[in-house]
């Protein structure tokens, strides 16, 4: 079995794990002491266990932890970690994405959970309606010429609820497919995937920017080249963005290209990112501006995930609303138009 395929930790026991270690890094105690004291806490001990385990039988961390079950962000970071040997803000750095993502799933379920039970009560009733009590108005105009024009509306409902229902069953069976077959799928077919869809590239340009700012500007500042650096992220196999990228920058530096114009030609690095590679003076001064480009990304994407989701309620609610409107007229004026001519 492939060793980055299995099922992964629990998203919430990865966050305890990093809340725990990262404190004890950062005062100085070892790994394997960090570990054991962590291992004190019930729900990490088996997880501690197996870690220690694994490093006293000197496997790399990051294979270490990915035979505990650790995502692939977290083994990627990790990978770049045994470079720099700064595990304190390492570990920081994991628990932070890991909640940020934790905290945008959960308010994703959160918010579509009501738009999507009133979506599911409003088909089930315009399908009884559907079957039962439209006919009885349909029959009832039968035989006139000239048939109200709010049985349209019921017709015009009809066919766009059944245009979205069969969308929405296409989308859905398309992104289930695409998840399953996705690990097998070349990189090629990937990024014209990206390409097709603005709002995936947008997010993409945002994560693999993030990845490249916080790697580089740490193995930069440990003393590392920046041809080293990117060495390092063309090697490192989890992350085929990051590594498709630097791979990118550095054929176009092999060219004679400068670095702003290297960084120009991937298209999955953010435009802030090309405009620091033209003004760096030196790799001190491109590790600090990275740094702080790399903090300055992670609030942008996390800010441009919540608006998104603010939005969806909201969409949601209207489309309900008007579909609501839409059938309650259906029915009442053809009635009310009944009753006055009787």
């Not at 501690?48 to 496997?59: A, R, V």
């Not at 090697?235 to 990051?242: A, F, I």
């Not at 620091?276 to 491109?286: G, P, R, S, V």
Request: hydrophobic residues 45%.
């Amino acid at each position: 079995m492939d060793l980055f395929n299995r099922k992964t930790l629990a998203v919430p026991l990865q966050i305890h794990f990093f809340k725990r270690m990262y404190p004890l890094l950062n005062k100085g105690y070892s790994l394997p002491r960090a570990l054991n004291i962590t291992g004190w806490d019930q729900d990490l001990k088996p997880l501690t266990s197996q870690l220690l385990y694994h490093f006293e039988k000197g496997e790399p961390m990051e294979k270490a932890f990915a035979e505990a079950r650790f995502s692939s962000l977290v083994i990627s970071f990790l990978y770049f970690g045994k470079m720099r040997k700064d595990f304190p803000s390492l570990f920081h750095q994991c628990f932070q994405l890991l909640t940020i993502t934790y905290q945008t799933k959960k308010k994703l379920a959160h918010t579509l959970r009501y738009p999507v039970i009133l979506m599911l009560f409003l088909l089930l009733t315009f399908y009884f309606m559907k079957k039962s009590v439209i006919p009885s108005f349909q029959n009832l105009y039968e035989h006139e010429e000239n048939k109200p024009w709010s049985l349209y509306i019921f017709q015009t409902i009809d066919y766009s609820i059944s245009f979205f229902v069969l969308l929405s069953v296409i989308a859905g069976t398309t992104f289930f497919v695409y998840k399953l077959a996705a690990p097998r799928l070349k990189f090629e077919t990937k990024m014209n995937v990206y390409r097709r869809i603005p709002f995936v590239l947008s997010i993409k340009t945002y994560i693999v920017s993030y990845q490249f700012a916080i790697h580089a500007s740490s193995m930069l500042k440990a003393g590392f080249s920046l041809n080293q650096v990117l060495d390092i992220l063309i090697s490192q196999r989890n992350q085929q963005e990051l590594s498709f990228s630097a791979r990118t920058i550095l054929e176009s530096l092999s060219e004679g290209n400068t670095l702003g114009m290297a960084a120009n030609e991937t298209v999955l690095m953010r435009k802030e990112m090309v405009s620091i590679f033209h003004e760096a003076n030196d790799n001190q001064a491109l590790a600090d501006e990275l740094s702080l480009l790399a903090g300055m990304f992670l609030e942008q994407l996390q800010m441009k995930t919540e608006k998104t989701i603010q939005l969806i309620q909201p969409i949601f609610l209207i489309i309900t609303a008007v579909v609501i409107i839409s059938i309650y007229l259906s029915i009442m004026l053809p009635l009310y138009s009944w009753i006055e001519t009787y």
